[in-house]
């Protein structure tokens, strides 16, 4: 993956081989907690960045996702959580990821929280930054 190829993850990829630091330390963060379960929550976009030029701010029902997240991840979309969610939410509210990139090596990685069921790539907004960081790690024109 250093070498050369690029890397896409989509929901469970931020939570799989949670033993693995090597695995962390390439997607660029790991999964905590789904505090309040699926949720109704706006998603905001950075439209710095190629993969998001195009793609407007949207709403999406969907599980959270807490993370614990690289400082050198480049955030593309984010989510604030309001609610009460425990040991989670002892420090108010907070702004989390939905949607970043980074390199590995000259590889390049794209992560996305969203996906728990494929409705959630109905909204066209959530299907534009999939597809548009997909083909960034991939380095597709």
Do not use: K
């Amino acid at each position: 993956m250093r070498s050369c190829t690029g890397l896409g993850c989509i929901h469970g990829a931020a939570a799989a081989f949670r033993e693995s630091f090597a695995y962390q330390g390439m997607v660029g963060g790991q999964f905590v907690a789904h505090p309040g379960g699926e949720l109704p929550y706006r998603v905001t976009v950075d439209r710095t960045h190629p993969v998001t030029e195009p793609v407007a701010d949207f709403e999406v029902t969907t599980q959270h996702y807490y993370l614990h997240g690289d400082p050198t991840n480049r955030v593309l979309a984010r989510t604030r959580f309001d609610g009460d969610f425990g040991p989670l939410s002892s420090n108010g509210p907070v702004t989390m990821p939905v949607a970043w990139v980074r390199s590995y090596g000259v590889g390049r990685v794209f992560c996305s929280t969203l996906g728990h069921r494929p409705e959630v790539l109905d909204e066209p907004s959530a299907a534009t930054l999939t597809t548009r960081g997909l083909r960034w790690a991939a380095r597709a024109p």
